[in-house]
């Protein structure tokens, strides 16, 4: 049984975490973490490496799922639907839930059968509704006018920046409600990261964009929330054990104007990380 999605309208509430925690077999990556997650607005997770952003980012769209080991502790709801409830398809919610990676991944095929790859594997054979899907789709990643004249090209001839364009084109051609960006300009020039910048601030208007960066400045550019996850440290019989901790949550704004918490201040202000 696949996830039961409500309306987009119906509420401004798209995703909560409900005191998750984060494992890899018997080890806590990152302890108790709420949030929401709102509809039609960036959210930015910061903090330095190793505190676990793109883990709990992974963990939203059950890709933690595919490493052996990992699990989740306690609720992520999309839409009033408990991600991990035995009756919800992890396909499914990945498709629903899309994802763009740090690198750009473009499969090894032409432009076209790049966009067009999601909308085949969900049954769409037809090659006018194709065409419609893969031109609406490359709009909407800002990128049709650059590659319309050759979308037999392969996706691995473009440049970084294009890439990511291409794969943000292959993610919307499934018609999520979500998008997941994990680091999607660390790889990229000034130049690209710009347009990648653009681009968010545009899809905003359609989608839900979750964003884990470790570029502050980036962060305070695009996102309208900001969760910031710091590290936490204990000794155990001589060994260190470090963990990641959601320290504070809140509109982007306040989190970099007048922050709750000290740490976060002390983050921001480049003290530690």
């Known amino acids: 049984m696949a996830v039961k999605v409500k309306d987009r309208r119906d509420t401004r509430l798209v995703i909560e975490l409900r005191d998750c925690s984060f494992y890899y077999g018997s080890f806590r990556a990152v302890a108790n973490v709420s949030l929401p997650i709102h509809q ?18 992974r ?4 890709m933690l799922d595919l490493t052996p080991g990992a699990r989740v502790e306690g609720e992520i ?10 009756c919800v398809d992890p396909v499914e919610v990945r498709r629903r839930i899309g994802m763009v990676f740090q690198k750009p991944n473009p499969f090894p095929k032409s432009i076209y059968d790049n966009v067009a790859y999601g909308p085949r594997l969900l049954g769409i054979k037809k090659k006018a509704i194709l065409d419609e899907i893969v031109e609406n789709s490359l709009r909407g990643a800002s990128l049709w006018d650059e590659v319309s004249g050759d979308l037999n090209k392969s996706g691995l001839a473009l440049s970084g920046g294009q890439q990511q364009r291409l ?8 018609e999520p409600d979500v998008i997941l960006m994990d680091e999607p300009c660390s790889a990229l020039d000034p130049i690209a990261t710009q347009r990648i910048e653009d681009l968010m601030r545009d899809l ?27 590290i936490r440290k204990t000794m155990d019989d001589g060994y260190e054990i470090r963990w990641g901790e959601l320290v504070e949550y809140d509109d982007t704004n306040k989190v970099f104007g007048n922050p709750a918490q000290q740490e976060t201040a002390d983050y921001i202000a480049g003290r530690f990380g």
Not at 59 to 62: D, E, F, Q, V
Not at 79 to 84: K, S, T, V
């Open 40 to 57: 039609n607005r960036i959210t930015a997770f910061i903090g330095p490496s190793g505190c676990g952003k793109s883990t709990v980012l």
């Open 59 to 62: 963990g939203i769209n059950r």
């Open 77 to 86: 709801v999309y839409r009033d639907q408990n991600l991990h409830d035995a």
């Open 167 to 174: 794969c943000i084109a292959r993610t919307i051609a499934v």
């Open 204 to 230: 905003r208007k359609d989608y839900t964009i979750v964003i884990v960066t470790h570029n502050m400045q980036q962060a305070q550019r695009v996102s309208d929330s900001t969760a910031f996850f710091n």
